[in-house]
């Protein structure tokens, strides 16, 4: 079956070290998106990929870096320089750039201490 | 910037009711999509509307494009049912980028 993969589920970070959270497709998807959710807000768009080798910043894109060197594959780096890390990430992919049909990772909520 | 507005923020039903959850937006849309979040945290898009009605289950979605707002009903409730469900819009020409709502809370007691 066809879907999204998010790893790991829950992740624990000390304080400045940076962590990468996996998303897989094998959707055959060109677009992919980061979003960060907070308590009492809606999702936040954080890097957003409509083909291989590029990327684009959302809204709070300041202390993540993102990569798509495969179609299948968005992987979100959260570094020291996200000064609220805590937080629970969502990646999805969509059919091109319109966010049609739209799929959702299980999310990973990582918590910095 | 569309802004999207959820009512109500919490649902609390008894199994069997009818129930209906509401999301308006400011400006032009291109599409909305209706989502259900689980406990868990995983997302499932229920419907994505552009114009009119559609049925999937005991879940409908209708959209009024003119008066900016669309409707979830469901049917026949469960606690089951019990889930954050999220109305998020897509606009502008690329369509790349969603704007959510803060999600209805809806629980359903046996």
């Known amino acids: 079956d066809g879907g999204i993969t998010q790893s790991p589920k829950y992740l624990f970070r000390k304080e400045g070290q940076n962590v990468t959270l996996s998303c897989e497709q094998n959707l055959n998807h060109d677009a992919m998106y980061w979003y960060r959710q907070d308590p009492g807000q809606g999702l936040r768009l954080i890097y957003y990929?409509?083909?291989?080798?590029?990327?684009q910043k959302g809204d709070i894109a300041e202390g993540y870096s993102v990569s798509r060197e495969k179609k299948e594959s968005f992987p979100l780096t959260v570094t020291s320089a996200q000064k609220n890390p805590t937080a629970f990430y969502l990646c999805?992919?969509?059919?091109?750039?319109?966010?049609?049909?739209?799929?959702f990772g299980q999310g990973t909520r990582l918590t910095v201490v | 910037k569309n802004e999207v507005e959820q009512s109500p923020q919490n649902l609390t039903a008894q199994e069997g009711e009818f129930i209906t959850i509401n999301c308006s937006y400011s400006?032009?849309?291109?599409?909305l999509h209706w989502l259900q979040q689980h406990p868990g945290g995983g997302i499932v898009s229920l419907f994505m509307l552009s114009s009119g009605k559609k049925k999937h289950g005991r879940l409908i979605a209708t959209i009024n494009i003119q008066e900016k707002h669309s409707s979830l009903h469901i049917t026949a409730s469960h606690p089951r049912d019990s889930a954050v469900y999220i109305c998020?819009?897509?606009?502008?020409?690329?369509?790349?980028?969603?704007?959510f709502g803060k999600g209805t809370l809806l629980t359903v007691n046996p």
């Open positions: 990929s409509q083909i291989v080798n590029d990327f």
């Open positions: 999805a992919s969509s059919i091109g750039a319109r966010m049609l049909e739209a799929f």
């Open positions: 400006v032009g849309i291109s599409a």
């Open positions: 998020a819009v897509s606009s502008g020409g690329s369509n790349y980028k969603l704007t």
